[in-house]
């Protein structure tokens, strides 16, 4: 089982800057690919961003250019950097963790982000 805790939601101007955090329960990098997805009210829960235990990174053309993600292999850790944020990025934002041999999927909690025009 992992618990994935997010942080670093809140609410910021059409603009601006945020960086999210999720926190994983133990070492698992190496062998689940760590996604950020977000989910807007009345939309479908879409991909915003993936790291692989290699390192590859892969966007969803929304975000290309201005989201980065990142990760502390000793802090058991995912960021996801956003900057030149848009209304339109606001949603509640859920760390994912998709294990690549067993495909068991885990979730965070979720953190909200609003972008205020």
């Known amino acids: 089982q992992v618990q994935l805790v997010e942080s670093g939601g809140g609410l910021v101007q059409s603009g601006g800057s945020l960086r999210l955090s999720c926190e994983a329960s133990?070492?698992?990098?190496?062998?689940?690919?760590m996604g950020w997805y977000r989910q807007a009210p009345g939309n479908q829960r879409e991909l915003v961003a993936t790291?692989?235990?290699?390192?590859?990174?892969t966007y969803a053309d929304a975000v290309k250019g201005r989201f980065t993600i990142t990760r502390d292999n000793a802090k058991n850790t995912v960021y996801l950097q956003m900057n030149s944020l848009k209304p339109e990025d606001t949603a509640v934002y859920y760390c994912?963790?998709?294990?690549?041999?067993?495909?068991?999927?885990?979730w965070g909690q979720g953190t909200q982000v609003t972008v205020s025009p």
């Open positions: 994912n963790a998709k294990n690549v041999w067993t495909r068991n999927n885990y």
């Open positions: 790291i692989s235990g290699a390192g590859g990174t």
């Open positions: 133990r070492s698992i990098f190496s062998s689940h690919v």
